[in-house]
C-alpha cells in the first residue's frame, strides 16, 4: 500500500506517541497527580530513568519487530515470532510487568504461541479474570501492517491479545484500539474507534457502543481505576475526545490517574495515528527511549518497517 508523506507520518507516530505517553506517566502510576504538568522525570515501579517507558511499549516493541519483518501476524510462525520475544522480555528485560501477563508467562516453557494461549486459558480458568489492560497496552502497532485489509487487522488483534489474554472483552478492545488507530493513519479522523464496532460479535456490539458513550461524556477520571481493560479504554478515549492535539491529550490521560503510563500509551498510540511523529514535542522525542535500547528514532523506524 503506498501511503502519502502525511500517512507515513502518522504511522511513524503510533510507537512513538504510545512511548511518549508511557514515558509521562511512570512517575505517576498508583501515585499522586502531580500539581503542575506531569514530566518525564523517571522513577515509578521500575524504578525508571527520565523518559525510560515501561512494559507497555516494550511489549510493543516485541511486536513491531515481527510486524516488521514484512510478513504479517497472522501465522503461526510470525505468533510465535512474538512468543519467544515476550519470554525474551520477561527473562532479560521486565522492569515491570502486570499480574495477568506475568502468570501467563509464568507457565510457559518452551516460548511457543500455542503453548502461551494454553497458559492464557489455564489462568483464566483458574482465575475468572483475564480482561485487564495488559493486551490493549501493545495493540496500536497491530494495525499497521493491515491498512489495506480491516478483516485481517482484527484477525490479528485478537490473535496477538490471545496470547496473554483470554476474555473476549480484551479482545474486543484490541478491535477497536486497532480500528482507530488504522483509520486516524489512513484518514487523520478519530472515527476507526466506533467503525470497529462492527467487527465486533453482534451481541456485543451495543455494550461497548454504551461504554464509548459513557467515556465521551465523562472526565478521563471518572475511569479509576483502570486496570480493568474497559475503564482503560474509557479513560484513554476520554481523553482523546476532551483535546485537539497530541501533548494535551497525553497529559489528560495521565491525569486519569491509576495505571497511569499504561492509559497514556493506550492514548498515545491513537493520538499518534491521528497527528504524526511530527506532533510529538521536540523534548519528549529526545528523551524517550527504553528496553531493548531503542531511541525515538529506532521506535519511528520500527512502526514505518511494520507498515503495510
Do not use: K
Request: charged residues 20%.
Amino acid at each position: 500500500m503506498i501511503l502519502t508523506s502525511e500517512q507515513r507520518d502518522r504511522a511513524a507516530g503510533v510507537l512513538l506517541g504510545a512511548a511518549c505517553g508511557d514515558a509521562l506517566g511512570v512517575p505517576y502510576e498508583f501515585a499522586a497527580q502531580p500539581s503542575g504538568a506531569p514530566e518525564m522525570v523517571g522513577g515509578g515501579l521500575g524504578p525508571y530513568e527520565p523518559g525510560e517507558y515501561s512494559d507497555d511499549t516494550q511489549m510493543q516493541a516485541c511486536v513491531a519487530e515481527v510486524a516488521a519483518r514484512g510478513h504479517g501476524l497472522l501465522s503461526e510462525l510470525a505468533l510465535d515470532g512474538i512468543a519467544v520475544r515476550f519470554m525474551r522480555w520477561y527473562r532479560e528485560g521486565a522492569s515491570d510487568i502486570g499480574a495477568q501477563t506475568r502468570q501467563v508467562l509464568e507457565a510457559v516453557d518452551a516460548g511457543t504461541s500455542s503453548e502461551m494461549r494454553r497458559a492464557a486459558a489455564a489462568v483464566h480458568r483458574r482465575t475468572g479474570r483475564s480482561a485487564g489492560n495488559g493486551s490493549l497496552m501493545r495493540t496500536g502497532v497491530v494495525a499497521l501492517p493491515y491498512l489495506d485489509d480491516v478483516a485481517a487487522m482484527a484477525e490479528a488483534a485478537r490473535l496477538v491479545s490471545g496470547l496473554t489474554h483470554f476474555d473476549d472483552l480484551a479482545g474486543d478492545a484490541c478491535v477497536l484500539w486497532c480500528s482507530g488507530v488504522r483509520r486516524a493513519v489512513l484518514s487523520a479522523r478519530f472515527d476507526g474507534v466506533r467503525e470497529g464496532l462492527a467487527l465486533l460479535p453482534p451481541d456485543r456490539r451495543d455494550r461497548w457502543a454504551a461504554w464509548l458513550d459513557e467515556a465521551e461524556a465523562a472526565p478521563p477520571d471518572r475511569f479509576s481505576p483502570n486496570g480493568f481493560v474497559v475503564p482503560a479504554l474509557q479513560a484513554a478515549w476520554s481523553a482523546i475526545r476532551r483535546t485537539s492535539t497530541l501533548p494535551d491529550g497525553l497529559v489528560a490521560a495521565v491525569r486519569a490517574g491509576d495505571d497511569t503510563d499504561t492509559v497514556a500509551a493506550i492514548a498515545g498510540a491513537l493520538l499518534g495515528a491521528r497527528h504524526g511523529a511530527s506532533a510529538v514535542p521536540p523534548e519528549w522525542r529526545a528523551a524517550v527511549h527504553g528496553w531493548p535500547g531503542l531511541t525515538a528514532d529506532d521506535l519511528v523506524d520500527l512502526a514505518v518497517r511494520a507498515t503495510a
